[in-house]
């Protein structure tokens, strides 16, 4: 299937942080709102040099196009990291309009074989991180809507459709998705909207040789044909964070090529 470039609204002037931005979803995003014009603060964890070489290239690349990013650091397993995460990314931006709550983890493990310890992991980091950075976001946006602010989730098509071996990222995802609603409801009054943006399967490097039944099977059902591309999810986050979107919150946005309407028999 021949794919367009996508013409993206201007987001020039909006200062955005995007969580885990080393990934491949994550800098996906980046790239698109860079090409919208968004200024970025760009959030690692720093665990690994990977995960800081991959930013500091993204960084490199970005400004490079005439965009403008830094990066900030931080492990968000940490007490008091998102609100530290909320302060740096102020200090570099002047501000900030706008959140993509994008770092996650998803490990495989048999609801029977998962361990409390893990699933208490993949809850935090999922989902308490998520919480704790809405909240120190939404504190650091202010009460005075002088222009459009937004925060998006980035859940996932499990939150509805678990699959094997993913109960606590499914069980995660799922109350992502109703923290954005309850956060809309809560926030809205301050001008700041919340949506969720709920990723099919993703293509990555390697994937379609590591997996490839699975490829197949989604290929084969899913009715656009295709797999999602990191770009595919980074033009909903924009599209949620531009002035069409305006009075559009509380919502979750299912970016998978329609998997989700696709019969069960």
Same mark, same amino acid.
């Given at each position: 299937?021949?794919?367009?470039?996508?013409?993206?609204?201007?987001?020039?002037?909006?200062?955005?942080?995007?969580?885990?931005?080393?990934?491949?979803?994550?800098?996906?995003?980046?790239?698109?709102?860079?090409?919208?014009?968004?200024?970025?603060?760009?959030?690692?964890?720093?665990?690994?040099?990977?995960?800081?070489?991959?930013?500091?290239?993204?960084?490199?690349?970005?400004?490079?196009?005439?965009?403008?990013?830094?990066?900030?650091?931080?492990?968000?397993?940490?007490?008091?990291?998102?609100?530290?995460?909320?302060?740096?990314?102020?200090?570099?931006?002047?501000?900030?309009?706008?959140?993509?709550?994008?770092?996650?983890?998803?490990?495989?493990?048999?609801?029977?074989?998962?361990?409390?310890?893990?699933?208490?992991?993949?809850?935090? +980091?999922?989902?308490?991180? =998520?919480?704790?950075? !809405? $909240? #120190? &976001? @939404?504190?650091?946006? %202010?009460? *005075?809507?002088? /222009?459009?602010?937004?925060?998006?989730?980035?859940?996932?098509?499990?939150?509805?459709?678990?699959?094997?071996?993913?109960?606590?990222?499914? +069980?995660?995802?799922?109350? =992502?998705?109703?923290? !954005? $609603? #309850? &956060? @809309?409801?809560?926030? %809205?009054? *301050?001008?700041? /909207?919340?949506?969720?943006?709920?990723?099919?399967?993703?293509?990555?490097?390697?994937?379609?040789?590591?997996?490839?039944?699975?490829?197949?099977?989604?290929?084969?059902?899913?009715?656009?044909?295709?797999? #999602?591309? @990191?770009?595919?999810? %980074?033009? *909903?986050?924009?599209?949620?964070?531009?002035?069409?979107?305006?009075?559009?919150?509380?919502?979750?946005?299912?970016?998978?090529?329609?998997?989700?309407?696709?019969?069960?028999?």
């Amino acid at each position: 299937m021949t794919r367009r470039e996508t013409a993206l609204p201007d987001l020039s002037g909006q200062r955005v942080l995007v969580t885990g931005a080393s990934g491949g979803i994550g800098s996906g995003i980046a790239r698109r709102f860079a090409a919208a014009g968004a200024r970025l603060a760009l959030h690692y964890r720093g665990t690994t040099a990977s995960s800081a070489e991959a930013v500091a290239a993204l960084v490199e690349e970005l400004r490079e196009g005439g965009g403008h990013a830094v990066a900030v650091r931080a492990d968000l397993r940490d007490p008091g990291a998102a609100e530290t995460l909320i302060d740096d990314t102020v200090r570099a931006l002047g501000g900030i309009d706008g959140l993509v709550n994008n770092a996650g983890i998803q490990p495989l493990s048999p609801l029977a074989d998962t361990s409390r310890a893990e699933w208490d992991e993949v809850l935090s +980091v999922n989902l308490g991180a =998520v919480f704790e950075l !809405a $909240r #120190a &976001a @939404a504190a650091a946006m %202010g009460e *005075a809507p002088v /222009r459009d602010r937004w925060i998006t989730h980035i859940a996932s098509i499990e939150a509805s459709r678990p699959a094997p071996a993913h109960a606590h990222y499914a +069980v995660a995802k799922a109350g =992502v998705v109703m923290h !954005a $609603r #309850a &956060a @809309a409801l809560e926030l %809205g009054r *301050a001008g700041i /909207r919340v949506n969720a943006v709920s990723p099919g399967l993703v293509e990555r490097p390697g994937l379609a040789e590591a997996w490839p039944e699975g490829v197949a099977s989604w290929e084969a059902r899913a009715p656009l044909g295709r797999l #999602a591309t @990191a770009e595919d999810i %980074g033009n *909903a986050c924009v599209l949620l964070a531009s002035p069409a979107a305006s009075f559009i919150t509380g919502q979750d946005l299912a970016v998978d090529g329609g998997m989700l309407a696709t019969p069960g028999w």
